[in-house]
């Protein structure tokens, strides 16, 4: 085992990492939650990671997401949270896919070799259409529901879809997901009410509203995301 992750194998142990330098995980949507998430997998052993986003680092992403610096301005997230996976372990076997996830192009990603997938996508579509093929294909998935317009990270929570309240996103995928028989789904959610900020700029097309966001929620999001990937693969503490 490298140097780089001996303080985790310290806690995990030998077998565990060895298991963690096997797997291969896929994250969809690299914003505030999915790059830190992407970030903590890499540093905590993960063999191979798939990380797809459609989008480029905007200056709108530099208060909370781990590939936004001034210099990846304009570069495709995909592509700019590859390099700096490559850098943190340079083993991390990397595919970087620049391009939007959806139903109808399910072919394209699956049938897949991932032993978990992290689903932080902001589109409820796309999110549903990723969960019921992860779920179809046998691929354990754990989804971030909404981290905007919130400031409390310590009432974020990892729990069952339809064990959530409070959270507007959770609502609409509870609804959806009963419509389409998935009994059950691992979400990343938070019981704070959201606040209503207003709005200094118009939203994008598809959307109502921008949210407002503070780096450590989603910061947390993503972590306890990755938590959750890496004690499941590595089948918790060995010592």
Not at 12 to 23: F, H, T
Request: glycine residues 8%.
């Amino acid at each position: 085992m490298s140097d780089i992750f001996l303080r985790t194998e310290m806690l995990l142990g030998r077998q565990a990492m060895d298991r963690l330098a096997r797997s291969h995980v896929a994250v969809f949507g690299l914003g505030g939650v999915g790059s830190w998430c992407a970030e903590a997998l890499a540093r905590s052993g993960v063999g191979a990671l798939t990380l797809v986003d459609e989008d480029s680092v905007a200056e709108s992403n530099l208060n909370r997401q781990v590939e936004a610096l001034t210099s990846t301005l304009g570069l495709p997230k995909a592509e700019t949270m590859a390099r700096r996976v490559s850098g943190i372990s340079p083993l991390c076997r990397v595919t970087a896919r620049a391009e939007r996830y959806e139903a109808a192009r399910r072919s394209e990603f699956f049938p897949a070799d991932w032993d978990y997938v992290a689903d932080c996508i902001d589109l409820v579509a796309c999110k549903l259409g990723l969960i019921e093929a992860a779920l179809g294909g046998g691929i354990p998935i754990i989804s971030a529901l909404g981290t905007g317009n919130k400031l409390d990270a310590s009432r974020l929570r990892i729990a069952d879809i339809y064990d959530t309240d409070v959270c507007p996103l959770a609502r609409v995928m509870r609804r959806e997901l009963r419509r389409r028989g998935v009994e059950a789904l691992t979400v990343v959610y938070s019981d704070e009410p959201p606040l209503s900020p207003d709005q200094p700029e118009a939203p994008p097309p598809g959307r109502r509203s921008v949210p407002g966001s503070a780096v450590w929620v989603p910061a947390a999001a993503g972590l306890l995301m990755a938590q959750h990937i890496v004690l499941k693969i590595a089948g918790g503490c060995e010592r």
